[in-house]
């Protein structure tokens, strides 16, 4: 919005948009001609006409200050005390000064239907227009406006209760929007600290590995440890380069890269590994590949990190459910460090991007260590093998 305008909802926040919102109301004022006309050449005396001056003057003034703070929460009782002087001055100007005066009570109608909810506003616009015609009865000439004026009272009443219902509408969808806008921005952090987490876990844990490696190795073979410092910096240029596309929102990992990873990672950590063989996933939706995928990341960082094993499986089937057929990614250690542990941050999170996919993750102890089980779901079966 610019510094001018005034969007449907917003208060004015500077002078300008404050003139320009009271010019815009302002300019329905010029239907105040009639009693204007009736001022200037009505035949009043001079006294009459400036107590007429007053009266109109107090009557635009108090309208002005009732429309222009619509919105702006006040309570019930005092706009319809507000609503009450209005007919007030309506009345006793029509009374004592002429038929042309009954154009005030149109402006008391739509004052209802901008200041007041419509559970009350129902029943004060056809006040205002039952007063409207008393009145008009009972000014000399007075029925000859009534047709004039009585449909614009009805209809100007109503149609500016639609007009409050749609700043308030407007003004609720504006909230709903920048909560929306909050909830993304809070759903965002998350899906990055998952991605680091992932990330930085499996590679810090490789470089440490590899660190303590190269540092046992030295002065006695130096050949060999200058492998794992070559190593290290590989590991290290990859996760620079994988932390800068997570942070782009743009990184997906594979599950054929993955595996590829797990055996050098789980090498490294001198663990025996039984992985499957490269896999086909054509029937496998890039999310559930990408899902899979971090398990099987995560699984072999714990499994490298803390589960002291000295022998890893890695499973990978495709089953037929009564949901549909799955793909199953099983990884199990006969280490200790899983048994008796909670559901740390990494398995959260890997929780909540397979439900994320449509799959579901097993964890816990098994009969010979720690068990890792996911599943997500495939468009077809899928060409893979148990193992290699």
Not at 163 to 180: H, K, P, Y
Not at 223 to 238: C, G, H, L, T
Not at 295 to 314: D, K, Q
Request: with cysteine; proline share 4%; charged share 20%.
């Amino acid at each position: 919005m610019n510094d001018v305008g005034v969007g449907i909802g917003q208060r004015p926040v500077n002078r300008r948009q404050r003139v320009v919102k009271s010019l815009w109301t302002g300019i329905w004022l010029v239907y105040l001609g009639a009693p204007v006309t009736d001022l200037l050449h009505g035949g009043h005396s001079t006294g009459v006409r400036i107590l007429g001056w007053l009266g109109l003057a107090a009557f635009v003034a108090w309208y002005m200050l009732l429309v222009f703070r619509t919105g702006r929460g006040e309570r019930n009782g005092l706009v319809l005390g507000s609503l009450g002087v209005l007919a007030a001055q309506s009345t006793l100007l029509a009374l004592t000064l002429g038929r042309e005066w009954l154009v005030l009570f149109v402006y008391v109608s739509i004052a209802s239907g901008a200041a007041l909810p419509l559970r009350m506003a129902r029943w004060t616009i056809p006040g205002a227009c039952a007063l409207l015609t008393a009145v008009a009865f009972a000014v000399p000439g007075g029925h000859s406006y009534l047709a004039g004026l009585l449909i614009p009272a009805l209809l100007g009443g109503f149609a500016m209760t639609g007009v409050r219902e749609l700043v308030r509408t407007t003004i609720a969808l504006r909230e709903a929007r920048a909560t929306v806008a909050q909830l993304a921005a809070n759903e965002e952090r998350l899906r990055l600290a998952r991605d680091l987490h992932d990330l930085l876990g499996h590679s810090l844990s490789l470089i440490t590995l590899k660190s303590e490696l190269a540092g046992r190795m030295l002065p006695g073979q130096p050949d060999k440890a200058a492998q794992q410092v070559a190593d290290i910096e590989r590991v290290s240029r990859q996760a620079l380069v994988d932390v800068r596309e997570a942070v782009t929102g743009y990184r997906r990992p594979r599950l054929n890269g993955e595996l590829a990873g797990a055996r050098v990672a789980l090498t490294a950590a001198g663990v025996t590994a039984e992985l499957p063989a490269e896999p086909g996933l054509a029937g496998v939706p890039e999310e559930s590949e990408s899902a899979l995928a971090w398990a099987l990341r995560e699984a072999v960082t714990n499994v490298v990190r803390h589960s002291g094993a000295r022998h890893c499986t890695v499973e990978l089937v495709g089953r037929q459910t009564l949901d549909g057929p799955v793909l199953e990614l099983t990884v199990e250690d006969d280490g200790s460090g899983g048994k008796g542990t909670g559901t740390g941050n990494g398995l959260a999170g890997l929780t909540e991007r397979l439900t994320k996919a449509g799959g579901t993750l097993e964890a816990g102890p098994s009969r010979h260590g720690f068990r890792l089980v996911a599943r997500v779901p495939t468009a077809g079966p899928a060409d893979v093998g148990s193992r290699a």
